[in-house]
């Protein structure tokens, strides 16, 4: 599957659910049913193969389309409609970028589905984020640096997705907007601080994508809302 064709390519609005956080059947049918585009599985901690496995079995009973993004061996689940697989690339820790990658590789490489399986630049932009201080990712990045960042992971790697993740704030969206212009191929996923439909909207306008994750489980109605907000804004070009 190239990234033009790519399951996620009209995704405008998703929701990301992490594994490793109680969300009750009541919830999850709202999510579900709610019009989001596609519902997004993963967590930077305590991810593991049952939880996944767990919640997966749980969205299945929808039709909503429903991709694992892989933090880890032990969650790498089958079943799902498409994967993610993060490679951070602010980080001096090469784990992060092919080191875990490799290592999953070796193991699991034969049995992939490789038409269902993409790569995921991520660029970590708080550096409060749990997923920041995991990683080591470096996220005070000035203007020319982030350009830097995603002529390597668009032009020279060629990477399909872009995350532009500021998890708990709420980004700077002229950033985001720039990223987007600057991309010849890939799409720029952007999350963070979303919690209604005001963000959603102003990062609609930014980004290709949407990923609304937190305010799900702070504020269901205030994240159904960001459905109908993202849907109203035109697809970035």
Not at 45 to 61: K, Q
Not at 109 to 123: D, K
Not at 131 to 140: C, F
Request: include cysteine; aromatic fraction near 8%.
């Amino acid at each position: 599957m190239d990234r033009q064709t790519a399951i996620y390519k009209q995704w405008r609005h998703a929701f990301k659910l992490d594994p490793d956080r109680e969300i009750d059947d009541d919830r999850l049918d709202a999510i579900c049913m709610s019009g989001t585009d596609a519902v997004i599985v993963g967590g930077s901690t305590g991810v593991t193969f049952d939880n996944t496995v767990d919640l997966m079995s749980r969205i299945r009973r929808y039709e909503v389309p429903c991709a694992l993004e892989v933090s880890s061996e032990e969650a790498a689940v089958p079943g799902f409609d498409h994967y993610f697989v993060p490679l951070v690339l602010n980080t001096d820790r090469s784990e992060w970028t092919t080191g875990r990658q490799i290592g999953a590789l070796r193991k699991f490489g034969a049995f992939i589905p490789w038409e269902e399986t993409s790569a995921e630049g991520y660029l970590i932009l708080n550096g409060d984020a749990e997923a920041a201080k995991l990683t080591g990712a470096r996220s005070s990045l000035d203007a020319e640096t982030v350009t830097a960042h995603l002529y390597m992971a668009d032009r020279l790697m060629r990477l399909p997705i872009i995350y532009l993740e500021y998890s708990g704030v709420f980004g700077d969206m002229a950033l985001v907007k720039r990223a987007a212009r600057l991309t010849t191929g890939a799409r720029i996923f952007y999350g963070g601080g979303i919690d209604g439909p005001e963000k959603a909207r102003l990062a609609a306008e930014a980004a290709h994508t949407v990923i609304v994750g937190n305010v799900i489980y702070d504020d269901l109605a205030a994240a159904l809302s960001t459905v109908a907000a993202v849907a109203n804004v035109p697809p970035v070009g």
